[in-house]
């Protein structure tokens, strides 16, 4: 079976640090894989999706970037971190052809201090 | 526009009653529809999905959902909610595979709350 992990769980960063998330999925091969932000009572926005290693889509201007080094290796980065970085961020996942739906990791707490 | 609405923010519901949270959506194409759920502090589980065919259809954990076209409505059900069942629901459409296509649009979500 497919599983996706998040690390860190939470992290607490001061403004102006850089900024590391990392998702791995396992279990599926050439996945789609998405990063959203999730602010409270926003609801999810969208970050950045890739639909193969070293493609990368960016849904909003921002202060963060994404890579996908590896096939099942998605990475969100700052290098500077802001105030309003701080949410919980959710990597998620969808298989091949004919399959709709995505799968979400646990996710990481990020505050900005 | 492509969105998805969900009029309810916060509903409360007793141990055992009912339970009906809204979702309508605008999308220019076949929808393909879903419900996740989220508690404190977790990822979003997905819930059911709807695709075609029968528009009754049956999720995880009791829960339903019933696609009606005509109202571009995709509302979430379960007969008798338990207090585990607190938690936030996002409803969610999409429209296919292949590049931003295979995006999928979220609702802001409705927090269930359950009174023992």
């Known amino acids: 079976s497919q599983t996706i992990h998040q690390w860190p769980a939470t992290l607490v960063q001061p403004v102006g640090s850089p900024l590391s998330l990392e998702c791995t999925v396992e279990?599926?091969?050439?996945?789609?894989l998405y990063w959203y932000r999730q602010a409270a009572g926003r609801g999810l926005q969208l970050l950045f999706y890739?639909?193969?290693?070293?493609?990368i889509s960016s849904e909003v201007p921002q202060n963060l970037s994404a890579s996908r080094p590896q096939d099942r290796q998605f990475i969100l980065s700052s290098k500077k971190l802001l105030l309003s970085d701080s949410g919980f961020y959710l990597c998620?996942?969808?298989?091949?052809?004919?399959?709709?739906?995505?799968?979400f990791g646990p996710g990481t707490r990020l505050t900005v201090t | 526009a492509q969105s998805v609405t969900q009029p309810d923010i916060h509903i409360t519901v007793s141990e055992g009653a009912s339970l009906e949270l809204r979702c309508n959506y605008s999308?220019?194409?076949?929808?393909?529809l879903f419900w996740y759920v989220q508690s404190p502090g977790q990822g979003l589980q997905l819930l059911l999905k709807?695709?075609?065919?029968?528009?009754l259809v049956q999720g995880i954990k009791g829960f339903e959902a019933e696609f009606k076209r005509s109202q571009s409505s995709f509302n979430l059900r379960k007969p008798s909610v338990h207090w585990s069942d607190a938690a936030e629901y996002f409803c969610?459409?999409?429209?296919?595979?292949?590049?931003?296509?295979?995006?999928?649009?979220f609702g802001k979500g409705t927090k269930l709350s359950v009174k023992p």
């Open positions: 999308y220019g194409a076949t929808p393909y």
């Open positions: 709807y695709f075609s065919g029968d528009t």
């Open positions: 890739s639909v193969g290693i070293g493609q």
């Open positions: 969610a459409v999409g429209g296919g595979y292949g590049g931003s296509q295979g995006n999928l649009i």
């Open positions: 279990g599926t091969s050439n996945p789609n």
């Open positions: 998620a996942w969808r298989g091949g052809l004919g399959y709709y739906e995505q799968y």
